[in-house]
């Protein structure tokens, strides 16, 4: 069947690159973007635009805090697709990483190398001296005063560390998700609709300079024709499987 054919593949590739989407992360309770009741059914894109953090830091934090605690409730867990992959990275199996998200579900599974081209949302960012730190004291600061959190170095003002709209990517991961594409020998898409760029064109990347494809995704990722593995499936479902089917004798 063809999960036998993809785990052989993936067994066989030299280099194995993953690409993860919001997808990855519904099982655990996060809505992904673009599906029904997703998060663009609830917020207005304009909300994530910089030019609205800029224009009101202490309201986007406050909103930002309310969204979180809407979003992600009490208790996010990684689930069995993040699991899946960090166990296929333990095994040696899957070399890098790329996400999206800005969950840290992958890195609270157990996962090393991970590619954030997105950032992430477990830390903060000075907008002067561009120090990080790990959110959690400054989402209570917000909660408890109300007030812009600052940098305990420089005072700037400290935002999220995720890419609102209008922002540029960081570049450093860019680079290296770019270069990953192009090393892949297999390329696996796991849960991204494939519409927001730069991580939409890197699948077709990785193509042209000689990688196998798999998808799994829910629907249709546009890459129909392409992928020599298409699961139009549930990703808890088909990655444990894959998995198994990969370190089985
Ligand atoms: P999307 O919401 O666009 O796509 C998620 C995809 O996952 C959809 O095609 C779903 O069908 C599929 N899906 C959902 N649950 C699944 C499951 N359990 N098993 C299999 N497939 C499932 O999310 P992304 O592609 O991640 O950027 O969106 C990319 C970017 O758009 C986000 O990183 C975000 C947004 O703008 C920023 O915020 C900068
Ligand atoms: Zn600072």
Redesign the pocket.
């Known amino acids: 069947r063809e999960l036998r054919f993809a785990a052989d593949a993936i067994r066989d590739a030299g280099t194995v690159v993953a690409l993860t989407?919001?997808?990855?992360s519904?099982?655990s309770g996060i809505p992904?973007?673009?599906?029904e009741g997703?998060i663009w059914d609830r917020y207005d894109p304009m909300d994530?635009h910089v030019s609205r953090f800029e224009a009101d830091p202490e309201g986007f934090w406050t909103e930002r805090v309310a969204m979180v605690e809407e979003v992600y409730g009490a208790d996010v867990e990684p689930n069995p697709?993040h699991e899946a992959l960090a166990g296929l990275e333990r095994d040696g199996h899957l070399d890098a990483l790329i996400t999206?998200?800005?969950d840290g579900l992958h890195q609270r599974a157990g996962h090393e190398e991970v590619v954030e081209i997105?950032g992430n949302g477990d830390r903060v960012v000075c907008r002067d001296c561009r120090s990080r730190y790990d959110a959690t004291p400054f989402y209570d600061t917000v909660r408890e005063s109300g007030e812009t959190p600052r940098c305990p170095e420089c005072d700037g003002v400290l935002k999220p560390d995720?890419?609102?709209?209008g922002e540029s990517l960081p570049e450093h991961a860019v680079f290296q998700s770019h270069s990953l594409a192009e090393r892949a020998d297999l390329f696996l898409v796991v849960?991204?609709?494939?519409?927001?760029e730069p991580?939409a064109s890197l699948p077709r990347r990785a193509a042209d300079t000689g990688a196998t494809l798999a998808v799994?995704?829910?629907?249709d990722?546009g890459l129909t024709g392409r992928a020599a593995y298409d699961f139009r499936?549930?990703?808890?479902d088909v990655l444990p499987r894959l998995h198994g089917r990969v370190v089985e004798d």
């Not at 992904?32 to 599906?35: A, H, I, L, V, Y």
């Not at 499936?233 to 808890?236: E, F, M, S």
């Open positions: 989407g919001a997808g990855v519904t099982a992904d973007f673009r599906s997703g994530f697709a999206q998200n800005v997105h995720v890419v609102l709209f849960g991204s609709s494939l519409t927001v991580a799994v995704n829910l629907e990722t499936a549930d990703v808890t």
